[in-house]
């Protein structure tokens, strides 16, 4: 008898629920482990394009400055404008570029914004080059855009991205005088566009008036998707002054 109790005695208990106990420790632990790996992979892919698409903007302004001679970016005869905190026009010659800020595009400021011209009034412009020999957009600063010689050169993709703040610069010791050549200094910020009409509830923050993704801790913050990044260039215009 003594022999047939032993051979039948199961497990307590006690005994079972421990080991319940410990399995749902483990597959929270795991749960936990697959979530950070997600958003560390989804950041990273957000990340890359932050970074793919600075650089192409980055290449290109370059390029198009390289092609043109030295311009103002102050004064009556400016090719820079600054249009507040929605937007900006940087003419060069032979193209413009055109932009809303991530700000600008999220509240959809009509009265603002940068706008196309005719049918296609309602697509959002972001960061286009328009062919613009007569650099007709920073004299006419209220001029619409020809959709039809526009290029957007930020793809909003899945990541909703926009550039959110665009300087140049430049300093009188910075030109040639041999060679007529003039340098210039670009910063601009591009990333994702996290608005929200709550600030609280927005991924991003404008702490003296310069984006940047909220720190995990704070309401609203994205980290896994928030991702902005700043670039900073030298461009050297042409070879004769206009």
Known sequence: MNHADKRWKGFTLIELMLAMAFVSTLLVAIAMVVIQIGNIYNHGLTFKEVNQAGRSLASELQRSINQSPPFLIEGVNSRYIQQGDWGGRLCLGQYSYIWNYGKAIYYNDESNLNVYAGDDSSRQIRFVKVFDPNTSYCTETSKKIDPSNAVELVDVSQ????????????????????????????????????????????????????????????DGADPSYCSINQFNIVARAGNTIE
Do not use: R, W
């Not at 300087?167 to 340098?183: E, N, P, R």
């Not at 601009?188 to 009409?197: A, K, R, S, V």
């Not at 709550?198 to 003296?208: F, I, K, N, P, V």
């Open 159 to 218: 990541h909703d991205l926009a550039v959110h703040n665009f300087m140049i610069s430049t300093k009188a010791t910075a030109g040639d005088s041999k060679t007529g050549q003039q340098l210039y200094s670009i910063e601009f910020l591009i990333g994702t566009n996290n608005q929200n009409e709550q600030y609280d509830q927005a991924g991003l923050t404008y702490e003296s008036g310069v984006a940047a993704c909220k720190s995990p801790n704070e």
